[in-house]
């Protein structure tokens, strides 16, 4: 051994003292000994003195994080289990009390109902001030109403002609049934509940389980924070399965896929579900979608007869005629199938496609190691796959036989050379405070990061770029409408994560839409570009700060509304003909940050949910009209609207809400749509809107009629 | 609790009044500290909705085992203590991310919608993803001295570990976190490159068919 070496080994400890006291002189006052030697050893040694110059600044970069909020419902939840800690202990007491007789029984009973009352009071006044004021401190809630075993979701997970589905819970216990609507009030007005019905899918789960519908309601797709199962459903009493204990691999799917013989329409088969006569919009809608792909400009062949099933699973009766399957879909599952093991769903809800043979949804791995990706599942297949890898990739819906991908990335959008760009039919506003205006990719590229939405085909692997600054659109199945979020993104400070910050909802024309070939992902060119969405600028800052704007809601929105709750006064309306993209109003404030978005099967008319801004559950429920001919949302005002939660579906020309159980009833309504819209007479009226009440009919709009039958009402949660 | 079949009347009102006690220190610690102790657990997990169960499951431990609670001036280690076991009990149990709610109220239950989460899907900065990747007692010890400015006897307390094992720890902790943040830039200056090479490759492809599916492996999601 070399001299030089032999005195690095003996410095070694020196060095490691040395980082030791660096280490320990930011918490405390070193020994003077050991501060001079520490000194001393700095002095002479860089590589010393840059690791105790990097733990200094360490420690001011992890205190200069933000400090993150708790929710605002911490609290109530907090207080809701800690009253069941006091009855499960009042429980005990009660029940060893017993064999003593009736008097100490009530004697012990008024104690506890002494206590809980002193607990009311006494967490009121010390707690006042620090908790939301949106839930009472030291709130009873549970105490004295306490739901029947099983407990029951709020909402339904499908409503399919008019038969509810749901996933009930009791204990670690998670049934899905299904139950008939029941008409309680008027005709327009029935409700469905979950309080009947018969279980069709069942598995336990340490934590919470969701679950998402096949079109012909033979299976469905549940997850948890872990896993994504597709779980056959029967109606007979159904196995419990744990869904934590799934492999990843049963064998049953393929042999079932090579059974099967010959197709035939899935949805006859179904016992709960009947087909009905009243879907042949859905089948219109359908045909459409086969119909338009060539305006893409792509070849996406027509092979996909596919669209014989309706787009959402809350129209499933659509299956109908000639099914005309070019080739013969693989029979569900038969028996619960883990598809991923170790993600957790992250964005909109796994849907199947229309037609039943796929599942895609967007997930990260449930360490949050990478961003999410999207994953598909073919029926027959043994696991889903992940399509994309650059882990910022959000499953946005299906349309047809593709798949609507958002993208949220860290990185600058592809400029798009200048001699295509001038293509995009985007809207020429004669007004400049459009947002189309900004909306223009022909405008600045951004320079931070970007939201990018491609149309992916799963069967064929084509995938097309949609060239506008958007996120999680969402098409209407005709393929004629979109609507999306845009607005700026924020760095959120608290861990540098990429998110909404004032936003709105917009109603866009596919037509001005500029789609082009593209590589999903780099999927091909460069597999191992697998970016985490690097941050634009370093560690976030102490708080959030808009790093990009996704362009149409740079300028403020001149779009009149009489907001839902009819409070707020329209602004002038511009007087030139509307231009797409066209905000939807469907709050009242002003920025859009958690939203949901559903199209009925015919695009006429598209339901927005927007949250509470105190609330993740409860919001608004909007129901918008749309006018085909002309491109015009009644954007001045929903023809509907409702306090609901964000559970928004349609089901045969009904749109289904469920109002939230505190401050409203609690229950599932299906309303019934206005009827299709006469061929739209093509004036708009300049004059401004006069509605101040979404109750009225927006008379102004021209693709929009009064419908005296079916006049647009307010729902009883409002 | 000393309930019993020996229970009297007396004590009954006894125990009524210890519990309405409990239940008010209990409120006020929450009132006190229920945010920093939200902000480590979310610092640990990464995760709004899983921090404010852990949270929750903090003070609901904590009610139950008052008892345990000897000096309480020490109230707030302990709830750390407390906090500790709570997140890293799951996280040795994998179970680290309960099922966000986000699809949940989409299709079942109040919960946040897809899209919300969606906002919220954590794209982490490389403090974070750096500390992510240092080992959770480490990660722990830092964010509670660091980052909730635990003195070193607190720190001591909460960990369970003598006040020099909890200095130890916090050095390899600082020690981890330099080199994790190091190899963080390090590979985000190389994601950053391969990135513009596929932008450039993607802005100049034409032919659509030579789009094509990817399969890519899904395996990369193990929990460490």
Redesign the interface.
Known sequence: MSRLSRAARQAEPLHERA??LA??A???ELEPGDAAWLAEHLDGCPDCRT?AD??RA??E???S?A?????RD??A???A??DE??RS?QR??GA??Q??GGW?AT??SF??A??VA??VV??GV??LS??PASHA??STRGVAVVPPAPLS??????VVDGTGY??TRDGQTYQIRAGSAKCSGPSDRCSVSSESGTTIGSITS????????APDARQAAV????TVAILPLVSQTPATVAIDQMTPRPTTTDSAVATFAQPTPTVTATPTVTATPTVTATSTASAAITATPSSTG??VPSESPTASAPASPGASASVSPSPSLSSPPAQPVTVPTAI?N?????????EFSPDGQWVAF?A??????????L?VWQVGQE????????H?D?FSGWLGSEILV?E?S???A??I?AATSSDVLTPAPSDSSSPSASASPSAEPPSGPTTTSYL?D?A??????IDRAM??PVSDPTRTFLVY?SGTIV??A???????GTGNLYLDSWADLKIE???????????????????TG???SASPIPVATTSTEAAPSPTPSSVDNGNQTPSPEPSAAPVLPELLRASAVDSV?????EWDATGQHVAV?V?DPSS???GVVNLFAIGRGSGLVATDGPLFHARG???I?FDNGRLVYTT?AEGSDGKTYLVPLPPTPPTPSPSPSPSPSPTSSAAEAPSHTPTITPQPTAPPSEGPGS | MGIGVTATPDADDQRAIESVADRSFIEELFALHHGEIYAYVYRMVRDSELAADFAQDTFIKAYRHLDSLEDRAKARAWLYQIAHRVVLDELRRRRIVRFLPLVGDTHGGAAPSAEHLAMEMRLSGPLARALARIPNRQRAALLMAEVNDMTGLELAEALGVSHVAARALLTRARESLRQALADERREEKEREAALDARFAAQASIADPRRTTASHSDDSNGADR
């Open positions: 980082r030791l280490s320990e930011i918490d405390t690791v990097e733990y360490l420690r970069e992890l205190r994080l400090v993150p909020e708790p929710p911490l609290w939840r907090t207080s289990a800690l800690v006091d202990a005990k007491a060893i009390r064999g003593f100490a004697r012990a104690g506890a002494v206590a002193l607990v006494i967490s010390s707690l620090q908790v401190p030291g979701a709020e909402a339904p997970v499908a749901w996933i340490d934590s919470p389980v969701f679950a998402a519908l997850w948890n924070g872990d792509t070849a991923l170790g993600y957790k769903v992250v964005g909109r809800a796994p967007s990260a791995p449930t360490n949050f190691t990478n961003g999410p990706d994953f696991r889903a796959h992940a399509v994309t890898s650059a910022v959000f958002s949220l860290a990185r600058p592809v400029s050379p992916f799963p064929t692997g084509n995938a097309q770029r996120l999680l979020w760095l959120d608290v861990s540098g994560q990429l998110k909404a070939p593209a590589l999903l992902d780099g999927v091909g060119a460069l597999p191992t570009a697998t970016p985490t969405a690097a941050t370093g560690e976030p940050e958690n939203w949901v978005v949910w949250a993740q559950s409860v939660l964000s559970s579906q939230p």
